[in-house]
């Protein structure tokens, strides 16, 4: 083994430039996997870090004719069916008692955008409302101090908080004593009595709590009695009993929950679903662009084993004489393929390495692409032993895959025919070396494919037109009420900011938001109209959203007739709403809106304009039928937006606006600031993952297929200097040589693209789902990939093809 480690040491050392492609082939290989499969083993594979997360089970339910007052999620539909978590939590408390002799059942309720004080300065922070038996549900133990225990959501227990090792780190620098001390939340006093260890990431890896609060009656993060049946916003989750099936806990819940859901749903089902990672609502969302990602960096994994694999044989048909001087000595064919082998081995380290190096880097570009933001993603995509392990069985697989044929060519060397004059082998064949160029193109080909529709359908996106002016709008949230604030008090408030930034310099407008547009949140609202009957239940549905007077000239949504909302419109003055173009559409065909009345909630509100169609939360949706109504008649209670239309770079003025905010109130924290356009590309983000990578990975893919085609002929060149040596002494032109080399390479990119073409029509199916505005098979896209691969061929052999005409058949004869 030392032996053939040594030779193969010697040998790479005399060959630098087969070395350094082989392991750069390696490398982008393995790197790309790599920081592919850190993704995927964070978000899909990795368990909660709590003891036996395989007992775990999520619970969901699925109903047909759903009718839920209030649902605190989007359901997924499937068929005819309606698959949601939440729960309301008297239904909760029911399904708990019904399966405590199977499960442990518990329950959570996130709560964002709280306004929370601990020692110093307010700030802006995310918790769940859990249940008491949270915890112990989890296995979680404490880090310092005490979790929640039965008894603790009871009003009378207290208003108790755990924290999460990070919050204990930043706001109370890791002080000893924290235990006992109290934390405003929403100007609500509540008392530390326990630290999480570090390593706990929650139940919602994707957007992790920092605080965990009792779920009791009368929290003041309910928007709602806690008693209520009409409001659906509990998740849960379970941990079996050992011995129990999830079968029978899905049996016993379904006949519990079937009493309590029939009024609202037909065919009520639960459901446990595998939790050993949490909700796979933050999952879903990932899943299918990984996959593909997956496939694709298989392929071009493959392309580099290919690569190393052709340029190995090229190699060894240059060793073909030395091969057969070692076969003549005595030395056996084991012993040959044994030393091929090495060399492949000896690369795939260093291949390793240098990958790991390039997935650190990429993996940390793939969160911040995921997440359409530069801070990443929230998943933990550390370099686990589930990845080194992977990036060693990566490298391992594609040492022995490019060394297996490299390794049974050199077995079979003829010693006779090796043994001959050199110029006997002047034009050797290289079939298998052809092969492995061909599939290299073939697999070439599918990737460039795949990139190109994707690039082309983010395009297709980037033209959709939002309906607003998305350029230079800065966007930030703020919460008013978490200190305090309420009432009338809210809309002053909201109206001295609005009116406070309208002065700064490059300012063009300023509105506040019920919430930012494109940003995936809506609110819907059903709604009546006096001498009309619906002709069915959800026949008089809108979306509605609650703004300044100021939105419609800040956004650049033009009002097609009647007026637009003003300071008039205030609270004591007749309701007033802008419906857009949609709505009038939709309920008014053929009739004039203006001074209609719409009935929301038991008020009569007045259309008083009509405004332009605006796209609401998503780009790709069609534009729903909205209502606007100002924030001086219709409180916003919650957090709320500002944007900020600037003459400048939006996030330029960040600072500013937060001198201004704290100039009228130094206790409301500003959060949440970005611009309009990075929401709309976060709104985009699953497209704009895949045409990056797929792009980036096609890139990979053809410089691989265009080294492994220019060893393929560099080596045929050299090998065929005797020939054409002897070509250019009786007549040869350089331009005919050059010819034939160049032609060569094309009839091997023609037959790559021949036998890629049927798989690239089978696998664009995979991603149809994913594209927007263009066909699978677009023929545009198709000529333009195969344009690439011809003269990424052409390029390939042009230094080959050269340096063919440079021969001197002086100089080559001589050296025969």
Not at 297 to 321: D, E, K, P, Y
Not at 511 to 518: A, D, E, H, I
Not at 729 to 742: F, W
Request: some cysteine.
């Amino acid at each position: 083994m030392f032996s053939d480690l040594r030779q193969t040491f010697r040998a790479l050392a005399k060959s630098p430039g087969f070395a350094f492609v082989g392991i750069l082939s390696l490398a982008l290989g393995i790197g790309a996997c790599t920081a592919i499969f850190s993704l995927f083993n964070a978000i899909l594979l990795r368990s909660l870090p709590v003891p036996n997360p395989h007992e775990l089970r999520v619970l969901q339910w699925s109903g047909v004719d759903t009718r839920i007052p209030s649902l605190g999620e989007k359901p997924e539909e499937i068929g005819n069916r309606q698959i949601a978590s939440a729960v309301s939590h008297p239904l909760f408390l029911n399904l708990r008692e019904q399966g405590a002799g199977l499960a442990n059942i518990f329950g959570f309720y996130p709560v964002q955008e709280i306004v929370a004080r601990a020692q110093h300065d307010p700030f802006v922070a995310s918790g769940l409302m859990v249940s008491d038996n949270f915890f112990p549900g989890l296995g979680t133990q404490a880090f310092t101090g005490r979790l929640f225990r039965a008894g603790d959501d009871h009003p009378a227990s207290g208003a108790n908080i755990v924290i999460t090792h990070q919050w204990w780190e930043n706001h109370f620098a890791r002080d000893p004593d924290t235990i006992g001390k109290t934390v405003s939340l929403n100007g609500h006093v509540f008392t530390v009595i326990g630290i999480l260890p570090a390593n706990f990431p929650g139940v919602t890896p994707a957007n992790p709590a920092e605080f965990y609060v009792p779920m009791q009656a009368g929290s003041p993060f309910l928007f709602t009695d806690i008693t209520a049946t009409r409001h659906w916003f509990v998740r849960m989750m379970a941990r079996l009993k050992p011995g129990v099936n999830q079968a029978a806990l899905q049996s016993a819940l379904t006949l519990a929950f079937a009493r309590e859901a029939s009024a609202v749903m037909k065919e009520p089902t639960m459901m446990a679903e595998p939790g050993r990672s949490g909700p796979a609502t933050d999952r879903k969302t990932y899943r299918n662009p990984l996959i593909i990602m997956a496939g694709a960096v298989s392929l071009v994994m493959l392309i580099a084993c290919a690569n190393l694999a052709g340029l190995s044989l090229a190699r060894g048909a240059a060793r073909q004489h030395e091969l057969a001087v070692r076969v003549a000595l005595g030395s056996s064919r084991w012993r040959l393929a044994r030393q091929s082998i090495a060399e492949s081995l000896v690369l795939a380290p260093a291949g390793g390495v240098l990958g790991l190096l390039i997935a650190v880097w990429a993996k940390d570009a793939l969160s911040r692409l995921l997440a359409g933001s530069a801070d990443g993603l929230s998943y933990d995509l550390s370099l686990d032993a589930a990845v080194l392990g992977f990036s060693f069985a990566a490298a391992l697989f594609t040492a022995l895959l490019s060394g297996l044929l490299p390794a049974l060519r050199a077995s079979r060397v003829d010693p006779l025919d090796g043994l001959k004059a050199r110029g006997a082998l002047s034009a050797p064949r290289l079939r298998a070396g052809k092969i492995l160029v061909v599939a290299q193109i073939a697999l070439s080909l599918l990737l460039l494919t795949g990139a190109g529709l994707s690039l082309r359908s983010l395009a297709n996106l980037r033209r959709i037109d939002a309906g607003f002016n998305t350029d230079r709008l800065l966007v930030f949230s703020l919460n008013p009420a978490g200190v305090g604030y309420q009432g009338p008090a809210l809309s002053a408030f909201y109206a001295k900011v609005q009116d406070a930034l309208a002065t700064l310099p490059g300012v063009n407008g300023t509105t506040v938001l019920q919430y930012p547009l494109l940003s995936g949140r809506r609110w819907g609202v059903g709604f009546d109209l006096p001498g009309r009957a619906p002709r069915s239940p959800d026949e008089f549905q809108a979306h509605r959203l609650t703004v300044g007077e100021t939105f419609f000239n800040t956004m650049g949504i033009p009002i097609l007739n009647g007026r637009s909302l003003s300071t008039a419109d205030a609270e004591g003055a007749p309701p007033a709403l802008v419906a857009n173009a949609t709505f009038v559409r939709k309920f008014f065909a053929n009739e004039d809106p203006l001074g209609r009345i719409v009935k929301i909630h038991g008020i009569n509100w007045q259309i008083v304009g009509v405004c332009g169609d605006a796209k609401y939360d998503d780009i790709t949706d069609a534009v729903p039928a909205t209502v606007y109504m100002s924030f001086r008649q219709y409180t916003l209670r919650y957090s709320v937006s500002f944007y900020v239309r600037t003459a400048l770079e939006p996030l330029a003025l960040t600072q500013v606006v937060r001198k201004t905010i704290a100039a009228v109130d130094p206790s409301v924290p500003v959060a949440a600031v970005t611009t309009q356009g990075n929401l709309r590309d976060k709104n985009i983000g699953q497209e704009r993952l895949l045409a990056v990578l797929c792009a980036a990975l096609a890139g990979i893919a053809v410089l691989l297929a265009c080294i492994g085609l220019y060893g393929l002929m560099a080596y045929h060149v050299t090998r065929r200097t005797n020939e054409i040596a002897i070509r250019i002494a009786i007549g040869a032109l350089p331009r005919s040589l050059a010819r034939s080399i160049l032609r060569d390479a094309l009839v091997l990119a023609a037959i790559g693209i021949g036998v890629g073409l049927p798989a690239v029509f089978f696998a664009t199916r995979v991603i149809e789902n994913q594209l927007y505005g263009i066909s699978p098979n677009d023929p545009l896209t198709l000529a333009a990939v195969i344009g690439v691969l011809v003269m990424v061929a052409l390029l390939a052999a042009w230094l080959p093809a050269r340096r063919a005409t440079k021969v001197d058949p002086m100089v080559a004869l001589r050296a025969e």
